[in-house]
Nanobody
Framework: QVQLVESGGGLMQPGGSLRLSCAAS????????MGWYRQAPGKQRELVAV??????NYARSVKGRFTISRDNAKNTVYLQMNSLKPEDTAVYYC???????????????WGQGTQVTVSS
């Protein structure tokens, strides 16, 4: 069993900053990649940022404002969000692609989501 627990969402004024955290726990053999997605009301879930040993990618809409980082020792991924805009308002979900044991396949796991609201 794998769990992803997110924290750090909330209400922020435009131009402000927030930092999201997501800790993975449970049966983890190897984490291939961790990332953040978001879903605004009435819209599809979209990729915000993802990081692995090989690459780090950002959505065009957040590049230069958001920074993803990872603490491998803690199985934790962070999303530093600066210069927030009202259009960043969404539920943010943590994702991890990992193997839970040597014999298992790679699978995707999701956090429960954390609300980020950017409004004056």
């Amino acid at each position: 069993q794998v769990q992803l627990v997110e924290s750090g969402g909330g209400l922020m004024q435009p131009g402000g900053s927030l930092r999201l955290s997501c800790a993975a726990s449970g049966s983890i053999f190897r984490i291939n990649a961790m990332g953040w997605y978001r879903q605004a009301p009435g819209k599809q879930r979209e990729l915000v940022a993802v990081t692995s040993a090989a690459i780090t990618n950002y959505a065009r809409s957040v590049k230069g404002r958001f920074t993803i980082s990872r603490d491998n020792a803690k199985n934790t991924v962070y999303l530093q969000m600066n210069s927030l805009k009202p259009e960043d308002t969404a539920v943010y979900y943590c994702n991890a692609n990992l193997r839970s044991s040597y014999y298992s396949t790679n699978n995707d796991y999701w956090g429960q989501g954390t609300q980020v609201t950017v409004s004056s």
